[in-house]
Structures are given as structure tokens and as C-alpha cells.
């Protein structure tokens, strides 16, 4: 029998498929990828031949005041290998430059003391300057007006600097296209009602707000555009494998860098989609895992595979609970899936909700199959949000064959939901 590895929290579950039930194991290749250098290497190497700008040394000549963007949490980017390099950067064109760690958490909630230490290391806490963006009380700076009509507001702290640069790593993403580059800004350090404007369920519906896709994409148009306008000079982002290493790395233009990330990246992550009964699907493990909200994200490779009327089974630990408490309310106050998503459509853009977009998505996939969720959350919240609990793979599969009647239903796996762009 097939014995499959899914990432869960910090460890990983072992299941051995029946060979007669296994339709296929959905694996990038960056899974298995092996880089040339190692992951400071690649870094360097980047930031020593930027794409479509000078090198970072060179931008910040004669600056001041500059703000480097950094992911939060809730993002598995390795931000120890990158942030020392860019700090080397800056320092040796600008050697008493005034910098900030500017953590763009979007409309997360705010990193803790302990995540930071985690994320940055013990030196880099103590001795740089980090501020956490909230998009509710952070003070901000409208900038000017989307694309599609809505008003940038962003973090002062980005318009106040005299050069301003970003971290983060490129991945699929299920409905702008790819994480990274623009996405630093926007929604990184945005305010709620700009993230909410753009977040809209007509955006969320369009065919072009998919994985893979950025040409035509409107919330990747609306998300480059404020970038562009919020000044974001120059970015170092990175492609990860299941180890969270960094594999490949691109620096320079935010557009140039990152189109030369995803391009890198979607060359090898692309996975035919092989239809099953069952669909078994993670997000990664931590930390992409920690909560029920950010599993979504891995339930759409599984929805771009299961049969209609199908089961997904969801392999996320979500020991913060929901992850959104509009999210957990949306679901739990409203059992009709059509109803709400009709109520999403018909809700204007700047009307969108907080968490809308998830909700939206989530009831997509809802529609398509059942979800039987193994994780640590509560049975109560598992259950508001229209799943299934389960406490073990075991346990779901069981849940799964007297869902569907059929003890012999097929079943595809994707250990890594976020890792992978599933397509017909």
C-alpha cells in the first residue's frame, strides 16, 4: 500500500492508502527539489544581481529613513536568512540609516513577543527596530485610488520613508495568482477598509482570481498598482520546499523579481488533477496550519480534484482555534451555502465584510464536496463551519467511506495543499 507523509502542526501524519483505492500522490516538484547553493547563498546571490533595479546598496545611498516589510506569523518565510543580508545591504550604501522592521500582519492578528523571536532570532529582535502593523489602529496615509475605485490607506511608517523594500517568499496563492512582491503592501500594510474594498466577492468570483493566474487578475492589478504607488523600491523574495528552506531567490523591481519567482516556481509546481472519491489535502503544516481560516487555502487543491458530491479530508492542527471570528460567524449563523453566497455577490464593494473572501471561497468549496476536518479545534467550531470533526486520518477516512457509502471509494493525496497548483 502507498504510505503517504501529510505535514500536521510540527509533525507528520503516516497513512498507508490501499493500492486498489490510490488514484495518485499530487506532489510539487519543489518538493523534491535540490538548489545549487545553500539558502544565504542564494540570497546573497540575489541582492548581488537584482532584477531590473541597482543593487540594494546602491538605492540606498544617502537614505535616511528605511523601512524593510516583513512578513508575520502566519508565514512560513525565512525570515533569519533573509533580513541579515538586506540589513548588510542597506548599512553598506547608507551606514547610519534609520531602519524599521515593519511586520505586515494585513488583517491577521498582531505577532506575539515569542512568534518574533521565532521568526527573526534573538540578536535581530533585540537589536533592530520592529513595528507591527494593525490595520485598525495603525496610523495611516490615503495614498490615492485603486484601480477599480477604491481608496489606498496604508501604514505611515511606509510613507514617511525615504526607501522602501520588502521580504517575503512566492507560492501559490488561491485567489491572487502568488503570495510575494506586491502582496507586501497590499494587503500586508494596508488598512482593513482598503484590504475589504479590494477582497470583494465580485473580484473573489472572477474566473481570472485563481491559483497561478496574475494577467487579468483584478485584486493582482488592484495589489501591483498600490505597491507601485506606495513606493515599494525593491524586494527579496524566496521559493521554499516542504522544509521551508529557501530553494530560489529573486531581488529588485517588485513586478520584475517577482514575475522571475513565479515563473521559477510554476514551472515546477504544476500538478495534473486526478479525480477521486476522497481527496485528502494539508496546508503545510506550521505554520500555515494554525487555524481553521488559513486552512482553506489547502481545501481549494483538493476541491480542484475531488469528484462533485465528493469528500475532502482536511489535515490542519488549528490550535488557534477559527482564525476569524466574521469567518466563524458567517457559517455558524447561516446554514443555507447558496444563500450566503448569493448575499456576498449582491454586496457591494465597499460594503465587503471582514473575512467575506474566505467565507466566499470556503462555501465554494462546500458546494463541491463534504469536508471532514482532523485538527485540534473544538468540535463545536468544526461543526459551525459546516464540517465534520475528526481526531485522526483513521477516524476521518471511516467518517469519509459512510459519507459517500462505497468502503472502497477512491482517494487522491496532496500532503501539501499550498505547494501545489492543481489544473485539469
Not at 62 to 82: A, E, F, L, Q
Not at 182 to 187: A, D, E, L, N, W
Request: with cysteine; net charge negative.
Amino acid at each position: 500500500m502507498p504510505l503517504v507523509k501529510f505535514p500536521y502542526g510540527t509533525d507528520i501524519i503516516e497513512y498507508d492508502i490501499p493500492k486498489a483505492r490510490f488514484r495518485a500522490e499530487l506532489v510539487s516538484e519543489m518538493h523534491h527539489y535540490k538548489p545549487e547553493l545553500p539558502p544565504l547563498q542564494l540570497v546573497e546571490q540575489a541582492l548581488q544581481n537584482p532584477i531590473g533595479t541597482p543593487r540594494l546598496s546602491v538605492m540606498a545611498e544617502g537614505k535616511k529613513n528605511v523601512v524593510i516589510i516583513c512578513s508575520d506569523h502566519t508565514r512560513p518565510v525565512p525570515s533569519k536568512v533573509i533580513i541579515p543580508p538586506m540589513l548588510a545591504e542597506i548599512r553598506k550604501g547608507s551606514p547610519d540609516a534609520d531602519i524599521t522592521l515593519l511586520v505586515s500582519t494585513g488583517c491577521h492578528r498582531l505577532t506575539t513577543d515569542a512568534e518574533l523571536l521565532t521568526k527573526f532570532g534573538p540578536d535581530i529582535v533585540k537589536n533592530e527596530k520592529i513595528v507591527i502593523h494593525d490595520c485598525d489602529n495603525s496610523e495611516t496615509v490615503n495614498i490615492g485610488k485603486l484601480p477599480s475605485g477604491g481608496t489606498i490607506i496604508i501604514n505611515k511608517l511606509v510613507t514617511d520613508a525615504d526607501l522602501v523594500t520588502a521580504e517575503g517568499f512566492i507560492e501559490p496563492h488561491f485567489f491572487a495568482g502568488f503570495s510575494g512582491g506586491r502582496k507586501s503592501v497590499f494587503p500586508g500594510v494596508a488598512s482593513r477598509r482598503t484590504v475589504t474594498y479590494n477582497h470583494n466577492a465580485e473580484f473573489i468570483a472572477h474566473p481570472r482570481s485563481r491559483t497561478g493566474l496574475l494577467e487579468g487578475n483584478p485584486i493582482h492589478i488592484d495589489m501591483l498598482y498600490a505597491a507601485r504607488l506606495a513606493r515599494l523600491h525593491f524586494i527579496c523574495n524566496v521559493v521554499i520546499n516542504s522544509d521551508k528552506e529557501a530553494i530560489f531567490a529573486v531581488a529588485g523591481d517588485l513586478d520584475k523579481a517577482h514575475v522571475a519567482g513565479t515563473e521559477f516556481l510554476a514551472d515546477r509546481c504544476q500538478v495534473t488533477a486526478v479525480p477521486a472519491d476522497i481527496a485528502i489535502s494539508t496546508n503545510g503544516g506550521f505554520p500555515l496550519d494554525q487555524n481553521i481560516y488559513q486552512a482553506v487555502k489547502g481545501m481549494t487543491a483538493a476541491e480542484a480534484t475531488v469528484n462533485k458530491g465528493g469528500v475532502i479530508i482536511m489535515l490542519a492542527r488549528s490550535n488557534d482555534g477559527h482564525g476569524g471570528e466574521m469567518f466563524h460567524k458567517t457559517f455558524r449563523d447561516e446554514k443555507d451555502v447558496d444563500r450566503m453566497l448569493r448575499t456576498f455577490l449582491d454586496t457591494p464593494k465597499e460594503d465587503t465584510i471582514v473575512d467575506q473572501w474566505q467565507s466566499q471561497i470556503f462555501a465554494r468549496v462546500l458546494q463541491r464536496a463534504k469536508i471532514v476536518f482532523v485538527s485540534e479545534a473544538p468540535d463545536e467550531i468544526v461543526r459551525d463551519l459546516h464540517m465534520t470533526p475528526a481526531k485522526s486520518l483513521e477516524e476521518a477516512m471511516k467518517i469519509a467511506e459512510e459519507f459517500l457509502g462505497n468502503p472502497n471509494a477512491t482517494i487522491t493525496a496532496i500532503p501539501d495543499g499550498i505547494a501545489v497548483m492543481v489544473v485539469e
